[in-house]
T-cell receptor
Framework: EAQVTQNPRYLITVTGKKLTVTCSQN?????MSWYRQDPGLGLRQIYY???????DKGDVPEGYKVSRKEKRNFPLILESPSPNQTSLYFC????????????FGPGTRLTVT | GQQLNQSPQSMFIQEGEDVSMNCTSS?????WLWYKQDPGEGPVLLIA?????ELTSNGRLTAQFGITRKDSFLNISASIPSDVGIYFC???????????FGPGTRLSVLP
């Protein structure tokens, strides 16, 4: 089954404790992306990747890092989480940057206290 | 940065009614997309629009790409309970290769 998986689905952590949210897709997609969703703001793109070893900042990259060492995986790293990063995070993938049908993962709800 | 506005923010309608929502932008996009998000799920693409003036249907859904390339609307005809959810518009910026999403329209359908 074609899908995007994210782990963990829920995470509660404390300020400053490094964490990684994993994202994996099994569709051989080139384009992958991370979004955060906050009430009233919709989805805002954090980082995206056009292909392996190619990443670029979206609209809200501050406080986040990503890497794309393999085509299928695109982890989101918070080196020193802060409470304003409490949010619902979605990973998405599409065939390439010009194929607009993005497949979204189920979401990761992160709370930073 | 680029921003999209959606109206209305939320709407309550009776089952069977038609629905119309729209999305406007301060800047031009080359592609407009409409997504639906069910509670606890990620967004799912409903319709993609690639050309100014384009009108596209997907079952009971119809969307149009505005001539100015700064707006789009989505219509849902004969609404049913499973239409409940949040509808997002999104614009794709060919230069930056990034997607910009609107804040969403929350639709509730009353039986």
């Amino acid at each position: 089954e074609a899908q995007v998986t994210q782990n963990p689905r829920y995470l509660i952590t404390v300020t400053g404790k490094k964490l990684t949210v994993t994202c994996s897709q099994n569709m051989n997609h080139e384009y992958m992306s991370w979004y955060r969703q906050d009430p009233g703001l919709g989805l805002r793109q954090i980082y995206y990747s056009m292909n392996v070893e190619v990443t670029d900042k979206g609209d809200v990259p501050e406080g986040y890092k990503v890497s794309r060492k393999e085509k299928r995986n695109f982890p989101l790293i918070l080196e020193s989480p802060s409470p304003n990063q409490t949010s619902l995070y979605f990973c998405a993938s599409s065939f390439d940057g010009t194929a607009y049908e993005q497949y979204f993962g189920p979401g990761t709800r992160l709370t930073v206290t | 940065g680029q921003q999209l506005n959606q109206s209305p923010q939320s709407m309550f309608i009776q089952e069977g009614e038609d629905v119309s929502m729209n999305c406007t932008s301060s800047s031009i996009f080359n592609t407009w997309l409409w997504y639906k998000q069910d509670p606890g799920e990620g967004p799912v693409l409903l319709i993609a629009l690639y050309k100014a003036g384009e009108l596209t249907s997907n079952g009971r859904l119809t969307a149009q790409f505005g001539i100015t390339r700064k707006d789009s609307f989505l219509n849902i005809s004969a609404s049913i309970p499973s239409d409940v959810g949040i509808y997002f518009c999104a614009g794709f910026d060919n230069y930056g290769q990034n997607f910009v999403f609107g804040p969403g329209t929350r639709l509730s359908v009353l039986p």
